[in-house]
């Protein structure tokens, strides 16, 4: 319920009411299992907010502060595979009723991927903002940061340039005359000019300079004794002034001094005309207005959102989220009807996320959701650089992370803290605004993020875990399930089996998914499975005997394909046997179950704006985790690729790679770019990939970023994939004057005893050559501690050179 007051289908303002206090704070999601189809865990999500119950949550304060968010809804039980709708918290008396349109859709977003058109039953507006702070009488009141924040012109650039305020530098000019001897040569200049004018006008050098008035004009024209004659003495005297300025002014170069002089006058006055605290002349100018809604004739739910913003009621990704749902209207018309009732009941806190969470606990880096970047840190002002990238801010959004971007450096570089923090807090950002999906897995205990910041956290081995990890991926067919679990079993021993045995690998597992689910309805869980590898009769007389009682002849005949092959010796079923025993360990007996009494996460919930952290356990479970980073990099390569919307950007973070690139991986990386999706791979040294693989990853991926401490074998991969650039380069040469006249013998003689070198002569010569951008040795040793070179590329094709990064900057 608004604080400040509701709002009726006009726009009119009534007056406010106080909230209840007699509520009580709904509880967290239940632990209940859901089903789905077949029998497998479902994709876990967020219940949706109509079918949750409980009083209104509190909102997170307003921008620029960030504290929790509201908790999730409860979650309603499910039967058949359906929720069961729960009591809804009926709404105050002053909130207007439905308009005839009837109910707007709410809960999960809809197909598309763009936020829902309402915000749920549960969760109220944001708070009243405290009162913005005024200046001394007279002067004009303070406005909101977030107004600030709104106004700030951006410029989008190369890939990799943080837009925010961005002014694009002048061209470089090598040649530059430096200020100090240009100020003193156009004081000479003007001096050598003053003289000749007295020269000119006291008649030092005659008449002669009068002589081009007296040969072209009339007598009277030159005759000082009438009005025509002054006047035309006048404009010839002004003539020559000018005639002199001129000459002198370009051998003084004036105008290049006075350009120099006026520049940061006209600078000024510019960021005077384009500051964001002095608000546009027009509403249309404003973005704070709304104009775009304003124009498609939605002007109540304009003015609504411009009173909040205002007021401090909104933030950036409450801007930033009604902006995408007011994208899906301009797509569908039909939707604005809803749009407007949704934005007049709940103004900044319309088409809420369905955690009904508005922002993060904590950021720990500069954010513009306003084209979706994250700061990573300026560009060093180094030689090495590019002119137009010295000492400008660097930023990855979106756009740079669909070619997926590899980190190499040592331990202690940076890459969690610098790298995938920022990164991982921008995707939970832009999730809550209904435009990305996040998975992150890494080690437990990474520093990650709170477990506030996500919807999902899958505790790996940790009986406190709330969510399980869905072993098959949500997938239905078992020859896709015995694909991906296969790559997570044996990617990492690819290179070294026979050829061949990856796709034996897969056929063998798929011949036993494929029999237990026709019996059982059902994938088997890891005991089960690794049973049926090993070849236990038992387990496989039991499968035989209810596929022939059931009458399915061809789950029969691939149980007895797969018996034949197990009897040959080499079979694949003891290695597979031997690799899965990693999870049928103790530590994971509460995991990977598929009877339902656990709740699994299933990757194919990437169609909704999700933000899922898996933590693996790494202490004691090292091949454990890799097995699971694997698998978690198959799955989602297959989920993003088999979307059926694809409209949300998917992202998987892995904070690291070790062990995890396989061939098949680096097959999957490459089909990210095209469905809108990328991954964020950190890596200690390429040496923790195949030697095979190395060079491949670093061409499969489109941003590449080495930390400083690299080693020169790493940074030779580097510097070949970075390529060369043509370069110009000045050779000196000294050489020694030797001459034969004995005058200069003795002048040659007295410099070499007076200054103890013998007289030399310099040449230059000046070359056009090739050279390594960023050669192994510089890599290595060249890059300051809390410094990377990072390149990027996005996904247009643009791509922007090799830059010495600040990451402290």
């Known amino acids: 319920m608004d604080t400040e007051g509701t709002y009726d289908a006009r726009g009119a303002r009534r007056e406010p009411v106080p909230p209840p206090t007699d509520r009580q704070q709904p509880p967290r999601p239940s632990a209940d299992s859901v089903r789905g189809a077949g029998g497998q865990g479902a994709p876990l999500w967020p219940p949706s907010s109509t079918g949750s119950a409980g009083g209104p949550t509190v909102p997170p304060a307003p921008f620029p502060s960030q504290p929790p968010g509201p908790p999730h809804s409860a979650g309603a039980p499910r039967q058949h595979g359906l929720p069961r709708r729960a009591v809804e918290v009926p709404a105050p008396p002053t909130t207007p009723p439905p308009t005839a ?76 005359i430096p200020t100090r001897r240009l100020l003193g040569g156009a004081v000479v200049a003007f001096l050598c000019a003053w003289l000749v004018w007295e020269l000119v006008s006291h008649r030092y050098l005659g008449n002669y300079w009068r002589l081009p008035l007296i040969l072209l004009t009339p007598e009277s024209w030159y005759d000082k004794s009438s009005a025509i004659g002054l006047w035309a003495a006048r404009i010839y005297r002004w003539l020559i002034w000018a005639a002199l300025a001129f000459i002198f002014g370009r051998v003084g170069h004036w105008p290049e001094l006075l350009r120099r002089l006026f520049a940061p006058l006209l600078r000024a006055m510019e960021e005077h005309n384009a500051d964001p605290s002095r608000p546009p002349a027009t509403p249309e100018a404003d973005p704070a207005e709304w104009p775009e809604l304003r124009q498609a004739g939605a002007r109540d739910a304009a003015d609504r959102l411009a009173h909040d913003a205002r007021a401090g009621l909104m933030n950036d990704v409450d801007h930033a989220r009604i902006t995408q749902a007011w994208t899906s209207v301009r797509a569908q018309p039909s939707r604005l009807t809803a749009f407007t009732d949704t934005v007049l009941r709940h103004g900044a806190a319309a088409c809420v996320h369905p955690s009904g969470a508005r922002d993060l606990p904590v950021r720990i880096a500069r954010h513009d959701l306003a084209v979706s970047q994250v700061r990573l840190g300026t560009a060093a002002d180094d030689p090495r650089n590019p002119f137009q990238h010295r000492g400008v801010g660097l930023a990855v959004d979106p756009g740079v992370l669909g070619t997926s971007l590899l980190a190499v450096g040592p331990p202690g570089a940076g890459k969690t803290a610098r790298l995938v923090g920022p990164v991982v807090e921008a995707l939970c950002l832009q999730a809550l605004a209904g435009q990305a999906a996040v998975v ?180 004691g479970y090292a091949e454990a985790s890799r097995l699971l980073a694997r698998l978690v990099l198959a799955q989602f390569a297959e989920s993003a690729v088999s979307r059926a919307d694809r409209s949300l950007f998917a992202c998987l973070v892995l904070d690291d790679a070790s062990h995890t690139v396989t061939p098949e991986a680096l097959r999957a990386l490459q089909r990210l770019r095209s469905v809108n999706a990328g991954a964020v791979l950190t890596l200690r040294t390429l040496d923790d990939v195949p030697q095979a693989l190395r060079s491949a990853l670093l061409g499969a991926v489109g941003c590449r970023m080495a930390y400083a401490g690299l080693t020169t074998w790493d940074g030779a991969h580097f510097a070949e994939v970075w390529g060369k650039e043509w370069v110009e380069t000045r050779d000196v040469t000294d050489r020694q004057i030797i001459s034969d006249e004995p005058l200069t013998k003795v002048l040659h003689f007295i410099r070499r005893v007076a200054t103890g070198k013998a007289a030399t002569a310099q040449s230059v010569t000046v070359r056009t050559v090739e050279r390594e951008r960023w050669s192994a040795s510089e890599l290595a040793h060249a890059v300051p501690p809390g410094h990377a070179v990072l390149s990027l590329t996005s996904v247009r094709g643009h791509s922007a050179p090799p830059v010495l990064v600040n990451l402290n900057g």
Do not use: C
């Open 101 to 176: 349109a009837g109910p707007t859709p709410g809960g999960l977003p809809p197909a598309g991927g763009q936020p829902h058109l309402t915000g749920p039953p549960n969760v109220a507006p944001a708070p009243a903002a405290p009162p913005v702070p005024v200046g001394p009488p007279g002067a004009p009141p303070a406005q909101h940061p977030f107004l600030e924040w709104l106004r700030t012109p951006r410029r989008l650039a190369e890939p990799g340039i943080w837009a925010f305020g961005y002014r694009p530098k002048p061209p470089e000019e090598p040649d530059r």
């Open 440 to 619: 992150v897995v890494g080690a437990a205990g990474a520093g990650l993020g709170p477990d506030e910041t996500f919807d999902v956290v899958v505790k790996i081995g940790r009986s406190d875990s709330a969510y399980d990890l869905d072993l098959y991926g949500g997938a239905t067919d078992a020859d896709e399930a015995g694909g991906m679990l296969a790559e997570a079993l044996l990617g990492d021993l690819t290179l070294t089996l026979p050829g061949g045995e990856s796709q034996r690998a897969s056929t063998a597992i798929a011949q036993l998914l494929g029999p237990f689910r026709a019996v059982h309805g059902r994938f088997p869980s890891v005991p089960e499975l690794r049973e049926l590898l090993e070849g236990a009769p038992s387990a496989w007389l039991a499968l035989r005997k209810v596929l022939e009682a059931t009458g399915q002849q061809a789950h029969a005949r691939e149980l007895d394909a797969r018996e034949r092959q197990a009897a040959r010796p080499g079979d694949i079923g003891t290695v597979l046997a031997e690799r899965l025993a990693l999870l049928d360990r103790p530590a994971f007996a509460h995991f990977f179950k598929t009877d339902g009494a656990s709740r699994p996460f299933s990757l194919r919930a990437l169609e909704h704006p999700v933000r899922v952290r898996i933590d693996l356990p790494e202490r």
